[in-house]
């Protein structure tokens, strides 16, 4: 039988209306929401920082003080810059692009170009993105000691204590194989509309995402807190392409160039308790009684002028980062990518997230690590398998002793 997912969300949407008076909740969010928006506005266009910064060095010395800490828990975003040297990542820049054109990706891609879906719901789905996981830049980026200190840094952001024991372990981490950004200057037609990735409807329907955010509907918005790891190891997406199955603290990526405003890169909304607005406006009584503001299962979770305008005015694009910086972003935060990108050069990344060791991402890992061996693609993306005979991709001799447990191969 054909899944409903109209019916389902009904019947969600009655059991949760149930809750608490959702109308009184939200207005609340709004008020709340839109006082921090108008802050944002105001300091960014007076040119002060919005989304924090700090440089690597301090996460390694252990030097970052609580009111910084505080500062990223509040903005749901930071940069770490010097993750890497940039003459280092300048080389994998060049690598990856050599790379790319030794196997004749581009022409392969042409050829499957309709298999990934995850994004055709969203206004605009078409961003520069290229489906490799297994270059060695990529391995040896994810796999550096650097990147497994500062994910340490991210995770321990969160309270890890829940009902059955500690959600995940802070201090060890899964590596998750994602995607490369190569963003070509002049381009006017690539770009990703406002949106949240991990999950869509299930923020609503799923019961580990319920428990998740029982206290927003429950109507004790003020209560809810974004960094309470509590059952966000147990949710389970609806199966699709390019969803992510797996756990992450933050998303996030490495500068492979420089970019910033007017790059063609990314824009946040930094506001780390903003879901709450998110999952209540979508249980008002002017969206119909089976839609969720557009969400649909297996694909990303759009934020759109129709249902959101008022709070995506707080979207501002991150500040000029250099080769070797790293972006993170939490998994409930907005973000897009601009439109157009009127910069001179590339804009290119490699996106590494944050996956602690958890059971959910060490049954990932297993597949992950059979992809691998193979080449193939990574299991949560479409199944394009480009790299199976690509020249110069990384194999089992590429990984340290910490890039093989974070593979799980043993």
Known sequence: MEFDSK??????KYELLRRSDVTKSFVKSRDMILREVEAIRAN??????????????????????????????RRGCVIVKGVFDP???????????????RNDYLT??????DLDKYFSALENAQPQIFSLYWSRPQVLARQAESMATTKRFLNRLYDIS???????????DFAYADRIRRRQPGDKTLGLSPHMDSGSYERW?????????RCIYDGDIQSFDPWKAAFRTQTREYASPSVCSMFRTFQGWTALTPQGPGDGTLSLLPIANSIAYFLLRALQKDVAEDDLCGALPGRALGASQEWHSEILDGLISIPTVEPGDTVWWHPDLIHSVANEHHGHDYANVIYIGASPVCAKNEAYARRQSDAFHAGRSAPDFASEDYEVNFEGRATITDLTELGRRQLHIT
């Open 87 to 101: 003459i280092q990542v300048s080389e994998w820049n060049h690598e990856i692009g050599e790379y790319i054109d």
């Open 108 to 113: 392969a891609a042409k050829e499957k170009k």
């Open 162 to 172: 829940a009902p059955m024991g500690p959600e995940f372990n802070p201090d060890k």
């Open 7 to 12: 019916r389902f969300i009904r019947e969600t």
């Open 44 to 73: 960014h266009d007076s040119g002060i920082p919005v989304i924090p910064q700090v440089e690597y060095d301090k996460i390694a010395e252990g030097a970052v003080e609580e009111p910084f800490r505080e500062l990223v828990r």
């Open 205 to 213: 329907c799923d019961p580990a995402y319920q428990a998740i955010y």
